[in-house]
């Protein structure tokens, strides 16, 4: 695996973890930081070691979003690629977004700090997030000239209507607080802040103790079925259920059952 220069990368047993690494720049993303996350969700998808990959950051942010400094003066977005030369210009941006839509595996964030503009898109888009006692969430688009898009429109399936807009309309003058993201359901838990990303492995060590394709069959088949209607959704849930039916794992879990002792997953 090459280094990174503005993220750090590494696997502890069935757990990767990439960690936000641009700390005196509050983990604004860059166009060289993206391209280095972009490498390093595919290393964790494509590492048949790894089950679960944790996001976290640095310092007092997790992710502030883009980069000012490296955004141009008539606001567009840019890439290390001449201009609309990759498919993914063609896309909304997506920045430093994990590529949920294709990723088998589930995504653990546990945000840090400050957390505001992209750096939401972890948020709206990982299975599971945590959040130190300290986390901060906020978008500040509109108040520096800037039209709040994509992630503000993921973050409006997340919360009620009426308080993603608040967030959205109010822009850098309304923040919202760990307690209160954990009471609407943005995180599902509030971590004391030094033991944030050993609860986040404990977190991790308890789901990759499950069978590792029925975790995956279970996130896509609940992923991919929010946006069917319930029949068509529970017809894919049951189509992903009969494909872990053929696995070795299938077998071994009820078998590991009957015989009380702990299955031996072996990911295939």
């Not at 047993?13 to 391209?35: K, V, Y």
């Not at 839509?101 to 945590?130: E, F, H, Q």
């Not at 995180?187 to 404990?202: G, K, M, N, Q, W």
């Not at 068509?232 to 009957?258: I, N």
Request: proline content about 6%; aromatic content about 6%.
């Amino acid at each position: 695996m090459p280094g990174f220069d503005t993220i750090s990368y590494g696997v502890d047993g069935h757990t990767a973890t990439i960690t936000l690494n641009r700390p005196d720049a509050l983990n604004a993303l860059s166009p060289h930081m993206i391209t280095e996350l972009r490498a390093a969700y595919d290393e964790a998808e494509n590492d048949d070691q790894v089950w679960l990959t944790i996001v976290t950051g640095t310092g007092r942010a997790f992710c502030t979003g883009a980069d000012v400094k490296a955004i141009p003066g008539d606001g567009k977005v840019i890439y290390e690629h001449p201009y609309l030369s990759t498919y993914e210009q063609w896309e909304a941006p997506q920045e430093g977004t994990p590529p949920f839509r294709r990723m088998a595996k589930p995504l653990l964030t546990a945000v840090n700090g400050l957390c505001c503009g992209a750096g939401l898109d972890w948020v709206t888009t990982s299975d599971i997030v945590i959040a130190s006692d300290r986390a901060t969430f906020f978008d500040p688009h509109v108040s520096i000239g800037l039209v709040a898009g994509r992630e503000m429109v993921r973050l409006a399936r997340v919360l009620p209507r009426s308080v993603a807009l608040r967030m959205a309309l109010l822009g850098k003058h309304e923040r919202m607080s760990a307690e209160r993201a954990f009471e609407l359901g943005l995180i599902s838990e509030i971590v004391e802040h030094d033991r944030l990303l050993e609860r986040a492995h404990e977190i991790a060590g308890i789901v990759n103790s499950n069978a590792p394709l029925a975790v995956r069959g279970t996130r896509l088949a609940i992923l991919k079925g929010l946006d069917l209607p319930l029949h068509e959704a529970e017809m894919l849930a049951e189509a992903f259920r009969e494909r872990v039916l053929r696995t070795q794992d299938a077998v071994e879990g009820p078998k590991a059952f009957v015989e009380k002792r702990q299955p031996d997953w072996q990911c295939r």
